[in-house]
């Protein structure tokens, strides 16, 4: 199922246990729900406390009531599971779900996640509270959708997570033997005996082995997906018609999102950009990278926007304020992208404690005559307008591969240019070119089907796991075309260098380039590469390579010894080409070579009139969003007549978008 | 009293116990003494180890004698307490002594201060020394005061504080449900339901709590209180006519110093401004502050400067020797400003240890031929001349409001501008326009008498405890001038927001405004504001406000979205006017702001002529004090004849002041 | 015996018992030893847990294996002892042996070094694995060398530890007196009774007395040197013959290497210095004077190069590659200065682990066609011809005084310039003076004998220990010159101030001068220095001095109030002089004031012909090394006809030395 209601979703984060005291802001919240035409509220994250404020004496009464007002004002309820932020009582009775870092020393209770992903009590814990959630309201007509825990973060180092993780290890690798060989333990003479040897990374212990680093990434993640699947399990029993998602975070590192995917029925996300008053351009693409991420997750499906500020955050050094329409056109983007649904944090100020500054649709002057509450109403008529994109899926003939796990490796090894590897940012730069052009792209991992793609680039590709060297030849060999860059096959899924020449596993002949070294520039440093009659800087990162049958495209110019080799190549291979660039270029090299490539492919954008600069666009179903984030007034000409639904009239022509305007064609 | 001694104390820290085994030294010391012209000395700071070398083994004949050689020399002694440092073997047979650190491990023996504040056994063990102490030497002709420990600082988490902060916590708070409400536990479920659950904030536990960190900070404060008067209640019964002092640092925030006013009976601080070789405007006005806060703190009785030094210091990163002058004018300007005495850290160098090259009156070298000797010895004889002041008080008709709750607070919340909130920067800055016209101005907490002044600048007033709102309107219903900034009445004494619209508390009316958002600016980021014909710089943070009743005086010029809106307003309120400051000013805006001000209210300075910029001015009993800090020769134009005390001759008309000179006029 | 071998070894780490399962690897690397001209091979560094799999389980199969291939291919072994790394299970099962950090807290397995300096058990298990090493191998033909565990370093602050330390004070101290004395424990109520109060020098403890910081470093020297010991007791006694080594580090000052030099053979040290592809001028200079402080440790006897990288390090930030030429023109420096050995770390690359990325002879390529494998055979083939230098002394008449424990006095008080001690950096710019000039000189610490030298600088000495300053007056009264600087004789060997004026201990005599203060300097401030007649740049500390005697060579122009006071001087004395320069100079006056002292001295460089700038030269033997690292061409004219051994031809007259060049002239 693509969407489970038939409306986006406007809504968010509502805590009304922090105001149980003063139920005349419960019913001023459904009065003011409605004039900012919100037809949703995630209720419950931290409430745990107060649904049972002593082990085994629950309190729904409050919930109940909540519920109902909803349920009455035909609002949807996303009930979250309680399990971010636990009661006093449970840390002061069992300090075993009380997380232990690095250090290993258990924290004191405090903060809020801060809790073991494996104590068999938090387990129990959970799924009780969750049991008990799901046979309360499994017929309440306001619940709509399961919200589990909080943004799943972090890392236990307790015993029973140490335990836990060895288990893993044993599962993982079968014998210490091949354990041993894979981690390279020859090394440092770090060969293990017996599997209780092995501990998890940390400062003062083993922190300089890249391969437990990943194993333990990895152990991290599987730990939270059982903790997850240990939480829906009641859920699934009882309510198995309603939706479960689990909000998630931009392009956090801890743990590979990837993982949940099956396991979820809707992804979410929160989504804070770094927006500013002037040109968003560069936010706005940074921002459709992380949206066509989480999209590409459940293969175009549409998610949820589960999190986002209407107005400030409180989190940063600098906390401003953006005027009118910035936040909308985020809001928008969100849409366009793939999202079903726009969602704050949070509903209400909370009056003390750590965010109380951040935004809010009601602030603390408590009525609906602000600035930003009007501008949240604005929105929601909007959003009413959109019925028509709901559950609407894109597809893209183009990919970018970023690979989280890659990612860990691409941290995690020492060498080379350690103080920028960027990983993040040099992928946004390769999606960048598409996304400017208005050509749909989908952010794929390593383990994602390539054959549905005409075109993936997939730049520093240091991780080739098991089997995916192979599976980029056979696409290559299919037709398929594939851009790689320097640093590209170096090692396997435990960090263990490919011999016989780079780039490994098998990518030699497919590339037809041999890599013999790598080179890192200072910052500020160039070199001068030239390509299709231009000359472009390569910085921080570069290959030294041998054309081993392809052909090159360009070449270093200023780089003392290497001067004059290849810097870019082609080669053909099977039906496909296979490119290198071998050096970290600027946006500049990236949209000229895209450029070049989409044009010979002559794949099509979404709006079939030209773009300027900062301008983007996105169809998603029938409709058409075109977007300025340029930070001034933008014309478009439009190829047609549309309609522009937001303002409910046709237009055709030269239009004057406003700086932070938006259209919406059918 | 007022006065304890009819001179000026000139002398300070002194070290007899570190050259114990060179008694030769202990008579040069007194030679040297009488040349320098210091009539004082602060023995046995750190003496504990050799009073006491074992437990109950108690040694004074040494202590005896250095007390014998003052007294025969006519020097007054300042008698320590020893507990800012203990012997090891206290620490070694009763480890409760030693603190521990937010990281929860008691720390070794080590360094100084570093003592559990609650203790049993070092409570007992110092009052157990002070009273011999006492008992010894309540007749000895010597003894004039006593100093109580050493700059009292820091905080301990042992399980013996966290049980006495959970028992300050039950008489703060009553009941749990009321800690829960106001601490607004409900945010991430946090609701106690046992004081137990209650533990220190720390990073390992909680520390996202704002009002946790502001209650451990009061509880802190009155550890340190508790302490203090364990220490002095043998002092009070044995020697009940010697006054007490303790020595307190500069702005130094881990304690409320307020608190400890009512129980000394002379405040005394401890004084190492930044002093160049250049100009020192800027310096001279942050210690003119700091001398006026100490001096506030009981109603403008004289304080003393127990520490400063006669040269250099040794703990900065760069540690400069100045030009003779700058530390004469330095102790200068303690007087002016109401203290009773200028003493020094230290009058040896010590020979070994981490303050070896901290300044002193006598040098390694050991005899009095150097620089830094005889600008102490010509120093001394000017004091010689101003027995007049001794004693004497100042009175102000303004005042700053400057308040450590509140900075405490300013740090604390988590919000718009985190990185420049710079509260006594900014108070400083108002000071200045108050110092920089030679206008006696009082710096006072939010507790103290508002009614005894007609002008109140109160920036940053972010923290307004229970009934201080009130005290507020009162005073400016009575006719008081109250100027207050963005950020004013956010919240209460647990950093609970006020609800219905900022500034809160009440103080809406008051002011006349609403201010509906705050917004932050990037460093080198300023908006325009016009007042009064001319055009000012906003920086770091700008409220958006309503005029509700107030007077627009000023308006935003540049501001994105509320260009246009007010930015300075003054309100009628009964008899007196409340002044709105909506942003953060540079010091023209402040000087420009308060000048007219004080010319319509018509408030005078000490000096009846004009001062150039760095010149300074000070009434005191019937001298005034006129200090040049602008780095380069200045000229003053006399209003009158005068008597100039230091130089003991007849001045009038035009009189040059050299770099860093003064004039002492009657 | 100053030679074991009649050829310049060429070799380095290699580690075979990493690629244990692909013994055909081994094979291979024989081959490509032979082809890269590479003579010897350093083995079994890391190899304990391949030795001894299990406790007592000893496989030396795969040793005996290399060592005969290495035999058979006339390879000479120098063979590791393997304590640098120990096996998991020994720290299973012995947990004392792992190292405790400042925080107390054991460290867990991992990483490598990490292990106790005083666990019985751990020097136990070395002695006896070396035992077994030296016994099975006594007699093979391949053993050539020793090379002791690696890289000797850190501190462990465990229980047994504390117990040795306070032993070691016993013995050093006597008497708890004596120590309370010395380190002042007068100081902030320190004095200890019992030597059980004493312990290591911690963050949360006591880091405050320099004396304690002191004692810890020399306390940790003596324990690594009694490991030393340990482990080399079997090996003397087995293999009397067979020479003994440890691989040093650059200017590591955690211990101080000096303690070793009397118990190796050979001084070795691994070499690492900041090559760029352009002017390597500066790092040339610095790494000229590691050389000669390694080399003067023995009195001249020839040291190895135990590591250097033959192309790329992966530790730093940005890890370049460079130019062909770069690598070898450091190895043919380091013969120049007295290696009688050029070694890589490392002869192939791992295929995991921290290291990987690090340059080896070898790449994961796998084969020779590689740029860096070609450059290693080329210079092998060079090193071939340098049999005529292996064994050769250097002698020198001057000396530079750079003094380990002195070094960790200036790093340790506080006062005065605290951000800019560069003590290393003061020293290599003394140095660079005669370095530049192509005249030998050898790098001393204040225990060698002086009475070799006819000139000695002795810059920021700081620590004058008991005895030293005895030995100067003697050295300068006997004829010598010495130079000394800015903060010169202030403490003894527990930093305790010397008292009755700097330069304290007797030096003030000799110097004729009195330093009454020292003042520090900002960043980018600067005074200025009159002297013969130019004017130069006094940066970051000046002593203000007064002339006892001592005759003024030059004066402050520009410094406030000490202008016109003396800033260099020289005092006859005996038959020798003292120079005081009382300022940090930069290169010019360094240059400028040792310059006029060898001319006058008339002290003779190596080379007859004058030398561009950035071209040194070094004689070894009868080998004259020209070696250009001024990073472009430059051009020499030779005073004679040579032999240039390199490339077998005669040369004179005018020669020009490419970028990166060198002659090796006979």
């Known amino acids: 199922m693509d969407k489970y209601y038939d409306r986006i979703i406007h809504g968010g984060d509502y805590n009304p246990d922090q105001w149980v005291d003063t139920k005349e802001i419960w019913d001023e919240d459904m009065r003011l729900m409605d004039l900012a035409k919100v037809n949703s509220a995630t209720v419950g994250i931290f409430a745990w406390s107060l649904l049972e404020p002593e082990e085994g004496v629950y309190n729904f009464g409050w919930l109940d009531e909540i519920m109902d007002k909803l349920a009455s004002h035909g609002k949807k309820a996303i009930l979250a599971t309680p399990s971010g932020a636990r009661p006093p009582w449970m840390a002061q009775k069992y300090p075993e779900v009380l997380r232990v870092e690095e250090s290993g020393v258990r924290n004191e209770y405090g903060v809020r996640h801060n809790h073991c992903l494996t104590s068999p009590v938090y387990r129990e814990k959970t799924a009780a509270i969750n049991r008990m959630l799901a046979q309360r309201y499994k017929d309440h007509p306001a619940l709509f959708m399961w919200h589990i825990s909080n943004e799943y973060s972090g890392e236990c180092h307790c015993e029973l997570c140490q335990k836990a993780f060895r288990e893993w290890l044993q599962k993982e690798y079968g014998t210490l033997d091949r354990l041993n060989f894979k981690w390279w333990n020859g090394f440092w003479s770090h060969r293990f005996t017996s599997w209780d040897q092995i501990s998890s990374p940390k400062y003062r212990g083993e922190n300089h082995v890249p391969a ?23 859920l699934r029993e009882i309510t198995p018609d309603v939706p479960v998602t689990t909000n998630m975070m931009r392009l956090y590192k801890g743990i590979d999102y990837h993982s949940f995917a099956p396991y979820v029925d809707v992804i979410s996300w929160d989504n804070y950009p770094d927006w500013t008053n002037g040109d968003n351009t560069e936010s706005a693409n940074e921002t459709a990278f992380v949206h066509d991420y989480f999209r590409s997750m459940k293969d175009g499906k549409p998610f949820y926007m589960m999190e986002s500020t209407p107005s400030i955050v409180n989190w940063k050094g600098v906390n401003r304020q953006l005027k009118s329409g910035v936040q909308e056109l985020s809001a928008i983007q969100a849409v366009a992208h793939g999202a079903d649904s726009v969602q704050y944090f949070q509903w209400r100020k909370s009056r003390g404690g750590h965010e109380k500054f951040h935004g809010a649709v009601v602030d603390h002057v408590g009525h609906e005559n ?115 860059t320097y640093l590209t096959g170096i090692a396997d899924e435990d960090d263990l260098c490919y011999l ?33 009659g231009r000359t472009y800087r390569a910085e921080y990162t570069c290959d030294v390579i041998h054309a081993e049958g392809a052909t090159a495209l360009g070449e270093y110019r200023t780089a003392s010894y290497y001067a004059g080799t290849p810097a870019v190549t082609k080669n053909a291979y099977g039906n496909g080409e296979a490119y290198y660039v071998a050096f970290r270029p600027q946006q500049d090299f990236i949209d000229d070579f895209c450029g070049g490539l989409i044009d010979e492919m002559q794949i099509q954008p979404d709006a079939a009139f030209p773009l300027p600069e900062g301008v983007s666009t996105r169809k998603r179903g029938e409709l058409l969003f075109v977007m300025n984030f340029g930070g001034e007034e933008k014309t478009v000409v439009l190829d047609r007549e549309y309609r522009d639904v937001a303002a409910d009239r046709t237009v055709s022509g030269e239009i004057t978008l406003p700086e932070n305007g938006y259209l919406i064609l059918r």
Not at 215 to 227: C, E, G, I, Y
Not at 406 to 427: E, I, L, P, T
Not at 509 to 531: C, P, Q, R
């Open 370 to 484: 602000t600035r930003v509450f009007r501008d949240v109403a604005r929105l929601g008529a909007v959003l009413e307008k959109l019925d028509a994109v709901v559950g609407a899926r894109t597809t893209a003939k183009a990919a970018i591969l970023y690979d989280r796990e890659n990612s860990w490796a691409v941290d995690f090894f020492c060498g080379y240019h350690r103080d920028r590897r960027d990983y993040d940012k040099v992928c946004e730069r390769w999606y960048r070119a598409f996304w400017s052009r208005g050509i749909p792209v989908d952010v794929i991992s390593a383990d994602q089907d390539f054959d549905r793609y005409d075109l993936i680039a997939a730049p520093f590709l240091y991780m080739v796991r098991a089997g995916t060297a192979e599976r980029i030849e056979r696409y290559v060999r299919g037709g398929g075309r594939w851009i790689g």
């Open 212 to 234: 437990l680093r990943l194993a333990w990434r990895r152990f991290t993640t599987q730990q939270h997906l059982s903790f997850y699947l240990n939480e829906i399990a009641p």
């Open 500 to 532: 016989g020449g780079f780039p490994g596993g098998g990518l030699r002949k497919v590339f037809g380039v041999w890599a013999e070294e790598t080179d890192s520039l200072d910052e500020g440093e160039y070199n001068l590469v030239s390509f299709g």
